[in-house]
């Protein structure tokens, strides 16, 4: 049986305040994060989508730091504090914990039952260590490493996320989607783009553009975003010998990085495209990648004391060289498991394929351009068995992507900032801005 109901409200509500949580957070950045929180979509205990107000976030995190987890479940009041014993036995827990942090409130618990004869719940004691700020981690020094860790050298590891962008006319109102990676090593940004949606094909749009520019990285970090849990990613990856890391949830480390480029795009980009009244996508990501290239890269960086694109070019590097655009796309593509039927055929997102004969009753792998259903590609164990041929063709484009294509026409504003980016852009693309690492360039 999985949790009761209680815990499974105080599960989700969790993950709506751990980012928030963060001992680390100024009042004012932790305000950003409830803010953010707040105008995202989260899901309830069964998993139903819901909204939280800012007001019900603080709730939450007030209930949470004065008695942990179970602060959060709700059945306890609103007001539930420290338990009620007696102050001179919280005292001497307190003391027992300060003078051997590794005590776990269950051993503190048995130390006053059999030198005291006082009896206290080992759960009273971890709501009262929670509250005074007396947890184990806390008095340990663990959390002083915590989100400290570079990678040692450029590709080693890139961090992606999401974020919500602008709204535009051309999305009816809705935001654009940002998708975009960060090496850790350097804080380059290999690539990143705004989408119409969150779904997994664009942010597989975005890491092909990254490593069709960049090179291919050892690991991608990633969270557990529905773009970022599909087999279809981890099928590319594993194509591309790409490791996969999730960060745990409620414990994000290593994502700090990208949370502070994301709050740079939004004081610095944001702030000149809402000025800029930019309306589509395509003006939108114009603009986007002008910043990158000539302010975003250009800037020192106050960790490593050096700009993101110094830092890249000077290495070291562990990218490895992209594959050939063919080889790379063929990477890229979507895959599903389908049994040959006694005439030879196959089905598809409600299309009928023929094959060869000779795969009838067998188990065979259908890989695809999920934009272009028409061309279909058979594969068994692993080695290419020959094309699949449309019978029957009455879905052209996979399902999960109906309304995520279509093209971003739109005409320039005529803004002086962002324009004037776009200009520098263009004259620095008379050279090439594919920045590999300088052992590399002559290979190509």
């Known amino acids: 049986m999985g949790p009761d109901r209680a815990t499974r409200v105080a599960l989700a509500r969790w993950a709506v305040i751990a980012e928030a949580a963060d001992e680390r957070l100024a009042p004012a950045e932790r305000g950003r994060v409830v803010s953010e929180a707040a105008r995202r979509v989260h899901r309830d205990a069964d998993g139903r989508q819901m909204r939280v107000t800012s007001r ?31 102050a001179k036995i919280l005292e001497l827990a307190a003391a027992l914990r300060r003078e051997a942090p590794a005590r776990s409130a269950a051993h503190i618990a048995e130390i006053l039952a059999t030198t005291g004869g006082v009896e206290v719940s080992e759960r009273t004691l971890q709501r009262f260590f929670a509250a005074a700020g007396l947890e184990r981690a806390r008095l340990e020094g663990r959390h002083r490493a915590y989100g400290r860790f570079e990678a040692a050298a450029c590709g080693d590891l890139w961090t992606a996320d999401g974020w919500d962008g602008p709204a535009l006319g051309e999305l009816k109102g809705r935001h654009a989607q940002l998708f975009s ?3 850790d090593h350097s804080r380059f940004i290999p690539h990143g783009a705004f989408y119409r949606d969150v779904g997994e094909w664009s942010f597989q749009r975005c890491l092909k553009a990254a490593i069709a520019r960049r090179g291919i990285p050892r690991t991608l970090y990633i969270d557990h975003g529905s773009a970022f849990v599909s087999t279809q990613l981890k099928l590319i990856c594993a194509r591309l010998s790409i490791r996969i890391t999730h960060s745990r ?8 990085k990208k949370e502070r480029v994301y709050r740079t795009i939004a004081e610095q980009f944001a702030v000149e495209v809402a000025v800029a009244q930019v309306d589509t996508l395509a003006e939108l990501n114009r603009y986007f990648t002008a910043w990158v290239e000539q302010v975003y890269h250009h800037r020192i960086h106050q960790g490593t004391r050096q700009t993101p694109l ?27 498991q389908r049994t040959v039927t006694a005439t030879r055929t196959v089905s598809l997102h409600g299309n009928l394929y023929e094959v060869d004969p000779a795969l009838v009753g067998r188990r065979v792998e259908l890989r695809y351009d999920p934009t272009d259903l028409s061309q279909i590609t058979v594969w068994v164990a692993d080695e290419p068995a020959g094309q699949a041929t449309p019978a029957e063709l009455r879905t052209h484009v996979d399902p999960k992507l109906r309304g995520a294509i279509g093209a971003e026409p739109g005409p320039p504003t005529g803004i002086r900032y962002l324009d004037a980016l776009v200009a520098d852009h263009a004259h620095a693309l008379r050279g090439h801005l594919s920045y590999l690492p300088p052992d590399q360039e002559h290979e190509r």
């Open 56 to 86: 019900t976030i603080y709730r939450w995190l007030e209930a949470w730091r004065a008695c942990g987890f179970d602060g959060l479940k709700p059945s306890r009041r609103r007001d539930a504090g420290i338990p009620r014993t007696d």
């Open 310 to 336: 110094q830092r890249w070019l000077a290495g070291p590097s562990s990218l490895r060289l992209p594959p050939d655009p063919d080889k790379l796309s063929e990477a890229f593509l979507w895959a599903a």
């Open 181 to 183: 990676l960060l090496d």
């Open 249 to 256: 949830p409620g414990r994000p480390q290593g994502r700090g």
